[in-house]
C-alpha cells in the first residue's frame, strides 16, 4: 500500500455436496449432489506484526482476480485475464476497462501510477508495453513504455531505475528515455535458479534480497532461504578453475544442476552464457549467429548445449573432444553402464561428440499382417504394401500435406545426402528424386476451415476402418508401446520412413552436452558434464523420456513391467490396477496395465533398429521448402528440382568455413 502496509486480495470459492440421508459412498457418488455455494473477493490490510487492520469486500461476480494493485493516492485495482477492474471505497466496480490481447500484471510505479503490463498491436506487430491507468478518465492512457516481449514479470523501481524487470533469469533496470534495460546480473550467476526465487527486492545500497523456495529430495520437504546478493571486487575470491558453458536457452534440470554443481565449491565454476539474450524481435537467431561467429573467430565455449547448433559442421571442423576417452578413464563411469546401442548410433566414426541424458524414437507403424514384420523398407516396399489395401486407402491421416510428409522423410535421411567433412551432398540422387515423388502424393494443403470436424473420425477409428494404413509413431516412454500396439490391434511393425540403405527409425534427443576441443581444462569440464550420465541423476520419479544410462533404464523397465493388485470389495477377486487411459477421440476409453514381456520385446526390437538420428538444418530446410515450391504445383519435375536444390545446398555447404 501506498502508507507501507501490506494488502493481500482473497478470492474464496466454496461449495458443498447436499447428500441424502441414505448416502452410500460405496454406491453412490457424492458428486452428483454438488451444490455451489457463496464467492468473495476480499483486500484484506496487515500491519508490520500482521494484524488485519481492514478488510475490504469487492463486488466482481463471477470474476477471480489475478493482479491486483493500489496507487499511490490509495486507488484499488484488479485485473483478471483481459480486464482491468477499479474499485470505489466500498467495493464496488467504479469501472471495467476490456484489454483486448491480456493482461500480464499489474504493477505500481515509482510515480506512484498503477501501470498495465500488457500486449500491444499496432498494424502486424505485437509487442509488450507498460501502460498506466488514467483514474480520472477510467480508461487507459496514451503513453507506452515498451518492454521486450517476454518481461512478464515486471518489479517497483526506485531512485536508480525506473523499473526492473526479468528476462530469461536475468534482472534489468529500465530509465526512461532509453530504449533497452541494462544489465544488472543473471541469478544463475548468483548460483541461484531463477524458478526457485519466490519474489525479491533491490535495496538503496544496490544489494539484492531475495526469497529462495527449494524442493529437498532428501527430506521430501521445500526449504526457505532469505538470501542476500551484493557486488563484490572478483579479486577477493578464491581461486578456481572458470568454465564456460554456451546455450541457446537453459532448461530447468540443466539449471538446476549447473546452481548445484557451483553451490559444491569444489575448485571449479561453470559460469553460463546464454545467448538468446542477443535474439532480437525481429530476428530470432541473432543469437545463434553471434554463437557460431564467436566460435570461427576462436573464442570458443568450454562446453556447449548441442540443441539447436550444427554439431555435424562443429564435429567435421574438428571443433569438439571425443568424450569416450573421458568416459573410458572414468573410475565410476564406464561405456558398460550406458545404453550402448544409442550412443553408438550417435557417435561418428567411433568418435562420441556428445552426451545425452535421455532419448525418444521416431518411427512409422502399420498392420504387421499389411506392411510385413520388418524394422525397415523401400519406397515400393511401401506401395506394394498401400496397393494390397486398395485404392480408397490413405498412407497416413488426412492432415498431411506434401511438404509435412518431405519434411519428415528428409529430417530422418538428410545426414545420408550430405558429408559435412568432404564438403558435398547428393540431392541429385535418385534416392532424393524418389522421395520427392513420394511426397508429391499426398495432397498439397489441408483446409482447416471447410472441413467437416463433426463427422471426422479420429486416426485410430481411420485404422481400424480400413481407411489409413500407417501412422507416425513417437516412442518417448516404454506404454507409448502399448499405445501404437492397440492402434493395430497388437499386430503392430515399426517400419519406419521409406528409405534405402539404413533404417527409417531414428532417435531423437532436445538437450545434449559437448566439450569444446579448445578447452583448456577438459577434465575439470568432464566432471561436471558427467553428472548427466550418472545413474542417480537420471533415476527420477517422472519420466519425460527414456534414460540412456542402463541402471536407470533397466529399473525403469522393471517398474514398467511390474503389475499391482487391488482387492474388489465386492467380490474379493484380485484385480490388476490400470496405469491409466487412453481416448481415441471416438469417446472409447482404452485402459493400459503393466508392460507385458512381449511388448518390451517389441521395444527392444525397434530400439537396437534405429541407425540414424532425426536431424533439421533450418538453412537447407529452406532451400527444399523454397525450391519444392514450383514441383508441388506442377511447374517443375522431380529431377529438376533435385537438381536446382543440389546446387543451391553444394553452394551452401562450401560456404561454411
Not at 25 to 31: G, R
Not at 49 to 60: A, C, D, I, S, W
Not at 532 to 558: C, G, I, R, V, W
Not at 592 to 609: N, R, V
Amino acid at each position: 500500500g501506498a502508507d507501507g502496509t501490506i494488502w493481500i486480495c482473497e478470492d474464496m470459492y466454496t461449495y458443498y455436496y447436499d447428500l441424502p440421508e441414505d448416502y452410500n459412498e460405496e454406491t453412490d457418488d457424492m458428486w452428483n449432489y454438488y451444490v455451489e455455494g457463496g464467492n468473495s473477493t476480499k483486500y484484506i490490510q496487515l500491519d508490520a506484526e500482521g494484524q488485519v487492520l481492514q478488510t475490504k469486500p469487492f463486488q466482481v461476480e463471477n470474476v477471480s482476480l489475478s493482479g491486483m494493485a493500489i496507487d499511490g493516492e490509495g486507488n484499488f485495482y484488479g485485473s483478471d485475464w483481459q480486464n482491468l477492474y477499479l474499485f470505489h471505497d466500498d467495493g464496488t466496480v467504479a469501472a471495467t476497462i476490456p484489454v483486448e490481447n491480456g493482461i500480464n500484471s499489474l504493477i505500481r510505479l515509482g510515480d506512484g501510477k498503477v501501470y498495465v503490463n500488457m500486449y500491444l498491436q499496432k498494424e502486424e506487430e505485437y509487442y509488450n508495453a507498460l501502460v498506466p491507468v488514467d483514474t480520472a478518465a477510467k480508461a487507459l492512457g496514451e503513453e507506452e513504455i515498451r518492454i521486450p516481449n517476454n518481461a512478464y514479470q515486471v518489479y517497483p523501481g526506485d531512485e536508480n531505475y525506473f523499473f526492473y524487470y526479468n528476462y530469461n533469469g536475468t534482472i534489468y533496470g529500465y530509465k526512461k528515455d532509453v530504449e533497452n534495460g541494462e544489465r544488472l546480473f543473471a541469478w544463475i550467476d548468483c548460483d541461484l535458479n531463477e524458478n526457485d526465487i519466490q519474489q525479491f527486492s533491490i535495496r538503496a545500497d544496490g544489494s539484492v534480497l531475495a526469497m529462495e523456495g527449494r524442493y529437498n529430495e532428501t527430506t521430501s520437504e521445500q526449504e526457505y532461504n532469505l538470501v542476500t546478493i551484493r557486488q563484490v571486487d572478483a579479486s577477493t575470491l578464491p581461486e578456481q578453475v572458470e568454465l564456460t558453458l554456451a546455450c541457446m536457452y537453459l532448461d530447468w534440470d540443466l539449471r538446476n544442476e549447473i546452481v548445484e554443481f557451483n553451490r559444491q565449491k569444489n575448485g571449479i565454476r561453470v559460469n553460463v552464457v546464454d545467448y538468446s539474450q542477443y535474439n532480437t524481435e525481429d530476428d530470432y537467431t541473432a543469437g545463434i549467429q553471434k554463437l557460431n561467429t564467436e566460435i570461427l573467430s576462436g573464442k570458443v565455449p568450454d562446453i556447449l548445449v548441442t540443441d539447436s547448433l550444427p554439431i555435424k559442421q562443429f564435429t567435421a571442423k574438428g571443433l569438439l573432444l571425443d568424450l569416450y576417452p573421458l568416459i573410458d578413464a572414468d573410475e565410476e563411469l564406464s561405456r558398460e553402464d550406458l545404453m550402448t546401442h544409442f550412443f553408438d548410433t550417435i557417435a561418428e566414426d567411433g568418435k562420441l561428440y556428445q552426451i545425452v541424458d535421455s532419448f525418444a524414437i521416431d518411427s512409422v507403424a502399420g498392420r504387421a499382417s499389411v506392411v510385413g514384420d520388418r524394422t525397415s523398407w523401400t519406397l515400393q516396399d511401401l506401395m506394394d504394401a498401400k496397393a494390397s489395401m486398395g485404392d480408397n486407402v490413405s498412407i497416413f491421416g488426412e492432415y498431411d500435406t506434401k511438404s509435412g510428409v518431405l519434411y519428415s522423410c528428409l529430417s530422418h535421411a538428410i545426414d545420408g545426402f550430405i558429408d559435412w567433412e568432404a564438403r558435398t551432398c547428393s540431392f541429385d540422387s535418385q534416392e532424393f528424386i524418389d522421395m520427392l515423388n513420394f511426397a508429391n502424393q499426398f495432397p498439397k494443403e489441408f483446409n482447416y476451415e471447410d472441413y467437416d470436424w463433426e463427422t471426422s473420425e479420429s486416426e485410430f477409428a481411420r485404422i481400424h476402418n480400413g481407411k489409413q494404413m500407417l501412422t507416425r509413431a513417437y516412442i518417448y516412454s516404454l506404454s507409448d508401446i502399448q499405445y501404437q500396439s492397440l492402434y493395430f490391434d497388437g499386430d503392430v511393425a515399426f517400419v519406419g520412413y521409406p528409405t534405402t540403405g539404413s533404417t527409417g527409425s531414428t532417435f531423437t534427443f532436445s538437450t545434449g552436452l559437448a566439450i569444446s576441443a579448445a578447452c583448456q581444462h577438459p577434465d575439470e569440464a568432464w566432471k561436471f558434464v558427467r553428472t548427466f550420465l550418472t545413474e542417480d541423476y537420471q533415476t527420477k520419479e517422472y519420466m519425460y523420456e527414456l534414460p540412456t544410462n542402463k541402471h536407470s533404464f533397466d529399473a525403469y523397465a522393471e517398474q514398467a513391467m511390474k503389475q499391482e493388485y487391488y482387492t474388489d470389495p465386492e467380490t474379493g477377486e484380485e484385480k490388476p490396477v490400470s496405469t491409466g487411459g487412453i481416448g481415441f477421440g471416438d469417446g472409447e476409453m482404452i485402459e493400459l496395465y503393466a508392460i507385458t514381456q512381449e511388448e518390451m520385446d517389441l521395444f527392444m526390437k525397434l530400439y537396437e533398429s534405429c541407425g540414424g538420428v532425426t536431424s533439421y538444418n533450418e538453412n537447407i530446410s529452406n532451400i527444399v521448402n523454397e525450391e519444392t515450391a514450383a514441383f508441388f504445383d506442377g511447374q517443375k519435375t522431380a529431377e529438376e528440382t533435385a537438381s536446382l536444390i543440389q546446387n543451391r545446398v553444394s553452394l551452401y555447404i562450401q560456404e561454411q568455413k
